[in-house]
């Protein structure tokens, strides 16, 4: 994306919630922070980052919607799958350029270069043509599905709580 992808009125960005680029900003703005114009970091804010980076692609899949480990409540509401340009270029002379795209998956990111991106691009695509082949297979198995008796699962945990305290109770345990 580059400011002239995003020749918007900055009322109608604002009301939308979408963050301003920097050639939304201005050419001030932009020559002030030395910011690319599809930046869409706000570098006044007191912790602001140093980096420039673009509005990421997202899923609107939330990562917490499909994991089953829990563990993405540390990142509620984030997306399962996002992907950033991101430009460090603060003290270029002692510390150089560098771009990357940052991948984003749930609570974690990895940090890849341009052809580590691509390297994983191309994974992705060859593993979502198996996802195909999973899920296909996944609905035709789960024509069989059914669900169990309420009243069999109550007794059964029932049963179960009471074998727990079996095991809770021996001196076997306490040990």
Known sequence: MTG??????RTCVEASGLPLTAAQRG??????WACFPWCVND???PYAADWHSAFPARTKLRDAAIDSSRYSGN??????LSAQIVVSNDKPQAYGRHTE???G???????????EAREALEEMRGFVNR???????AAEI????FEGDPEIARLDREAEERRSQVVRSSTEYAA
Request: charged content about 25%; hydrophobic content about 45%.
């Open 4 to 9: 002239a992808d995003v020749k918007v009125c």
């Open 142 to 145: 789960a024509r069989d599905d």
């Open 105 to 115: 998956y749930g609570a974690h990111v990895g940090e890849l270069s341009p052809a």
């Open 27 to 32: 050419a001030e703005w932009m020559l002030r």
């Open 101 to 103: 795209v940052w991948l």
């Open 131 to 137: 996802l195909k082949h999973v899920v296909e297979e």
């Open 75 to 80: 990142g509620n509401g984030l997306p399962w």
């Open 43 to 45: 570098h006044t804010e």
